[in-house]
């Protein structure tokens, strides 16, 4: 698998507690911030990576601790195709979230959710912002 990027997600029971404490109290740095203003989602730099704190987790469902892990691929659908080849359980299926980003769910053998993501070329991520 050709990983692009990759980060952590988190998915904390209270986002603003959870924000204030790594923004303040770890003092992580804010790669950038997304979604409504109420809620944002937020991403921080770690070091060679990145933690991003989205969305809230109930305490229920089949999230293992509200923690998944985000890895950028460059074609979603062959990804697809090759894991379930080697047997690897699907989640969910590749499809394009309204946010505009293509996204498989897959588990490890543990049941931990890994989020494989393609950015399709007309993303905003994929745009100069200069």
């Not at 740095?29 to 730099?45: D, H, I, K, L, S």
């Not at 950028?72 to 690897?88: K, N, S, T």
């Not at 989020?115 to 745009?127: A, F, G, N, Q, S």
């Amino acid at each position: 698998m050709d990983v692009l990027s990759s980060r952590v997600l988190l998915r904390p029971r209270d986002p603003a507690r959870s924000r204030r404490f790594y923004a303040e109290t770890l003092g992580l740095a804010v790669y950038r911030e997304f979604g409504p203003p109420e809620q944002p989602g937020t991403v921080f730099f770690l070091g060679q990576g990145f933690l991003e704190l989205s969305g809230q987790w109930d305490g229920s469902g089949d999230e293992t601790g509200g923690v998944s892990l985000w890895l950028q691929v460059r074609d979603v659908a062959a990804e697809e195709a090759r894991l379930r080849q080697a047997g690897v359980e699907v989640l969910r299926e590749a499809r394009r979230e309204p946010w505009g980003l293509v996204e498989l769910w897959i588990a490890d053998p543990d049941g931990h959710r890994l989020v494989l993501v393609e950015v399709p070329p007309d993303h905003p991520l994929r745009r100069d912002h200069r």
